[in-house]
């Protein structure tokens, strides 16, 4: 953790966090008049060997599963196909005449996508208009899988 | 009392003869100095759940994909290039930005893929929905008289949540009662997230609540599956001649 807020407080804060929450366990404890026990849901902290897993997970999710997202939104938009370019034309579009629906050479070809930072309303900041999307190499994904799995392997204390 | 990560991990560290403690720090290191590693959370954390809107709206492409239509790319202002995801909640008739949204036909009915856009509920209250299908006539008059859509134009809507730790049970609490006001033309609503909140399970399976689409990521293709089988199901049943 020390590592990590040396590089960034927040992201440590937010892993933190994370293993703070604890877990839900279920208890059991006997009834005073009968032979049944009843069962209870209680909530307690990641044992130490869980914590460090947990961590590693919440890693993983920023670190792996958001390129990955990100990948798979710019193939579903690569897949779509641009509306025709004539501007203040409402797309109707039928399924009987496509040629005239959208640009078919639109179709297959990479998109670029951006997310809004400086939303319309916010009058707080300067303008720092969007963020792109960046597709991500699969090569540099797996590298990073492969070095979380070599995290997890450090973890491993079946042997202890 | 709050542990400190660091005291376990070094209390773990002195009885553990698998990994020593250099070792552990190689790792971490090599982790965090990766390019997808600190460097791209710090570009992409201000945007981490539009992102995943992105992800669930490009599932939507899919579905219709998949039904043999092609989703077709617009803009509020012209073509969508760049395809602009709002950043905030937004209205459908909003130029602020040339904001992206997608139209496709089936079985000749028109409807539209949104993000981040507000509908009139029943209550009279406007909610945002993270990602939303709607009949395209609706949203089209929308923009030409610019006002919210209503409530009963809408036929899918979806809400999207990336977290690196268990859901918040109130997220789920809140989209429920975002439902219950959307009235009945409402054929499917789904809470998306790349997490899981075991009672949040539960909390949905009664009738008319949303289906969890837990641990919906691109690592578990069988989740995004069953995301885009339900809409194609409800698009094509409603849809049928």
């Known amino acids: 953790m020390e590592q990590l807020k040396g590089k960034d407080s927040n992201l440590a804060d937010q892993i933190q966090a994370v293993v703070d929450a604890g877990k839900d366990i279920e208890e059991t404890e006997p009834f005073l008049d009968r032979k049944k026990r009843r069962r209870y849901r209680k909530t307690v902290p990641f044992t130490f060997e869980e914590a460090l897993r947990v961590a590693a997970d919440a890693l993983s999710s920023y670190f792996i599963e958001q390129p990955l997202c990100t990948n798979s939104c710019l193939d579903n938009m690569r897949e779509a196909a641009f509306a025709p370019a004539s501007p203040n034309v409402s797309v109707w579009i039928t399924s009987k005449e496509p040629e005239i629906a959208f640009e078919p050479e639109s179709k297959g070809r990479e998109k670029t996508v951006s997310i809004e930072l400086h939303t319309e309303t916010q009058i707080s900041q300067p303008n720092r208009g969007t963020f792109l999307l960046a597709r991500i190499l699969p090569t540099t994904i797996e590298a990073q899988r492969e070095n979380l799995r070599g995290l997890h392997a450090l973890f491993d204390f079946r042997d202890q | ?241």
């Not at chain 2, 239509?69 to 909003?94: K, N």
């Open chain 2, 1 to 241: 009392m709050r542990i400190c990560a660091v005291c376990m991990l070094y209390s773990i560290l002195e009885t553990n003869s698998m990994a020593n403690l250099s070792d552990l720090q190689n790792a971490i290191d090599v982790l965090l100095s990766h390019p997808l590693g600190v460097g791209h959370y710090q570009l992409i954390r201000p945007v981490e759940e539009k992102a995943y809107e992105a992800y669930v709206f490009g599932l939507c492409l899919r579905a219709v994909r998949e039904l043999g239509s092609t989703p077709v790319l617009c803009g509020i202002d012209g073509t969508p290039d760049p395809f602009i995801f709002r950043g905030a909640p937004g209205q459908i008739h909003s130029k602020a930005r040339n904001y992206g949204y997608a139209a496709f036909v089936l079985n000749g009915q028109q409807f539209e893929v949104h993000a981040g856009v507000e509908f009139k509920g029943a209550s009279g209250m406007t909610h945002e929905l993270d990602v939303a299908i709607m009949r395209a006539d609706d949203a089209a008059k929308c923009r030409q008289e610019p006002d919210d859509p209503p409530s009963a134009s809408l036929i899918a809507g979806y809400e999207c949540k990336f977290y690196a730790g268990n859901l918040q049970k109130g997220l789920g609490r809140a989209f429920v009662g975002l439902v219950d006001d959307m009235g009945s033309n409402l054929r499917q609503s789904g809470f998306c997230s790349n997490s899981v909140h075991p009672q949040l399970r539960e909390y949905f399976q009664p009738q008319r609540r949303p289906h969890p689409h837990f641990r919906m990521i691109p690592l578990s293709p069988s989740n995004e599956d069953i995301f885009v089988n339900q809409l194609k199901g409800a698009l094509k049943k409603m849809t049928a001649a």
